[in-house]
């Protein structure tokens, strides 16, 4: 069993570079497949988010399953190597448990992630290529994770990214009751958008999405609006406010687009946040006059407000999962073991019938049964012991104490 843990974080890596490698909802269970019937894992996990891009393989190669995320998203492997980490055994299980318990994230013991992790477990199931190990691995993740956060107030005064984004408008307008708001995409992080945003009463609230029927339920919630995607070049000056999280590879809003918005507008700013994992927003935008553009690389100062009783509470989270790693590390080594305990039971069965058949024969000619017990027990004592015996007696001088103490331990000797 060879776990590695292989990926770029928003610690690691910038979000220029974190786009390049993010899977799209639609491509993660091809890119599950064929990494498995590429031969460079036998098992494999991907958890993508806007902060983080993690493969979790059962690999013999980590340099081969590197190569295969550079190719499958059209990147040299040059260009990608310095923003990537590679941990393997402990180290892969102890990054996993943090990630889970928030201790990772942006937002210190942010909730969301645990559900990301979660979702990430079931569509590499859904492929099927989870295997023993990684389901071990995750099994012991999602308990170390709620260990942490029933033990700890890791999760105490925690400002999530839609909140931030709530707090960063009251900072550009005076009042969002005042304010239009247009939410691009119909995911969980939109829905945790105007949730926040829709406790503010704006003026107005319209969902766009590609798909209309999709998004109009939760609009229906909020009593918002519903617009197409390409409706967004007639709609978008409208709005004060543009939340944008959806799984678009190419930009949705463009410099062209919003240049003409605010010519509409008389130069009326524009609040945009940008949550998406490629971006949805034309990098050139944030030059533009009159439009306020936050990533989610930019919102980190805000999430990061009231973390004091957080950082207390990280000392004794990160003891937890310390005693959780090494839980599952002493799994691993006992599963490591099962290919060495399965031959030496089969060797020493296959002595076990050999005699067994002797003896079989030896009654079968009427030999006195006793003695051929007595010879049985003889021949079977002689080849167990056969092998440590030879070692012991072929041993060099460096190394006859050694094979000693370890016969001793083995076989429960104690001298007198």
Same mark, same amino acid.
């Given at each position: 069993m060879q776990l590695l843990t292989l990926g770029v974080n928003h610690h690691t890596a910038p979000l220029a570079i974190r786009e390049q490698v993010a899977f799209g909802p639609e491509k993660l269970e091809l890119a599950l497949r064929?990494?498995?019937?590429?031969?460079?894992?036998?098992?494999?996990?991907?958890?993508?988010?806007?902060?983080?891009?993690?493969?979790y393989v059962n690999t013999?190669?980590?340099?081969?399953?590197?190569?295969?995320?550079?190719?499958?998203?059209?990147?040299?492997?040059?260009?990608?190597?310095?923003?990537?980490?590679a941990?393997?055994?402990?180290? #892969? =299980? /102890? !990054?996993?448990? +943090?990630?889970a318990a928030g201790l990772d994230s942006m937002v210190l013991g942010e909730t969301q992630i645990l559900g990301q992790m979660k979702q990430a477990v079931a569509t590499a199931e859904e492929a099927g290529t989870l295997g023993l190990l990684l389901h071990k691995l995750f099994q012991r993740t999602f308990s170390a994770a709620k260990e942490v956060r029933t033990s700890t107030e890791i999760g105490a005064n925690s400002v999530s990214m839609a909140a931030a984004a709530v707090r960063l408008a009251e900072r550009i307008f005076p009042s969002v009751k005042e304010q239009a708001c247009l939410f691009i995409g119909a995911g969980e992080m939109i829905e945790?958008?105007?949730?926040?945003? #829709? =406790? /503010? !009463?704006?003026? +107005?609230?319209?969902?766009?999405n590609r798909t209309t029927e999709r998004a109009r339920p939760l609009a229906e919630r909020f009593n918002a609006g519903v617009i197409p995607l390409t409706a967004l070049p007639d709609e978008v000056a409208?709005?004060?406010i543009i939340i944008t999280?959806?799984?678009?590879?190419?930009?949705?809003?463009?410099?062209?687009?919003?240049?003409?918005?605010?010519?509409?507008?008389?130069?009326?700013?524009?609040?945009?946040?940008?949550?998406?994992?490629?971006?949805?927003?034309?990098?050139?935008?944030?030059?533009?006059?009159?439009?306020?553009?936050y990533s989610v690389d930019d919102l980190g100062e805000v999430v990061r407000e009231g973390m004091d009783i957080r950082v207390a509470q990280v000392a004794q989270a990160e003891a937890i999962i310390e005693t959780c790693v090494e839980s599952f590390v002493h799994w691993m080594e006992g599963r490591e073991l099962v290919p060495?305990?399965?031959?030496?039971?089969d060797s020493a069965d296959r002595h076990r019938r050999h005699e067994i058949e002797k003896a079989e024969k030896a009654l079968a000619r009427g030999d006195d049964p006793r003695a051929v017990l007595d010879a049985m027990s003889h021949a079977l004592?002689?080849?167990?012991?056969?092998?440590?015996?030879?070692?012991?007696?072929?041993?060099?001088?460096?190394?006859?104490d050694q094979f000693a103490r370890l016969i001793k331990q083995l076989y429960g000797l104690h001298q007198e």
């Open positions: 064929e990494l498995i019937h590429s031969q460079r894992a036998s098992e494999a996990a991907i958890l993508s988010t806007c902060n983080r891009t993690e493969l013999p190669s980590p340099e081969d399953v590197m190569q295969w995320l550079a190719d499958f998203h059209h990147i040299d492997r040059r260009e990608l190597a310095p923003y990537l980490y941990l393997p055994r402990e180290k #892969a =299980a /102890q !990054h996993a448990f +943090r990630v945790l958008c105007m949730t926040h945003f #829709a =406790a /503010q !009463h704006p003026r +107005r609230m319209t969902v766009a409208a709005y004060d999280s959806t799984a678009s590879p190419l930009p949705i809003l463009g410099k062209g687009m919003l240049e003409r918005a605010i010519k509409q507008r008389r130069h009326r700013p524009i609040f945009i946040v940008d949550l998406a994992v490629p971006r949805d927003v034309e990098a050139e935008v944030a030059n533009m006059d009159d439009i306020f553009l060495v305990i399965r031959a030496l039971r004592a002689n080849k167990l012991l056969h092998a440590p015996t030879h070692a012991l007696n072929h041993a060099s001088s460096a190394e006859r």
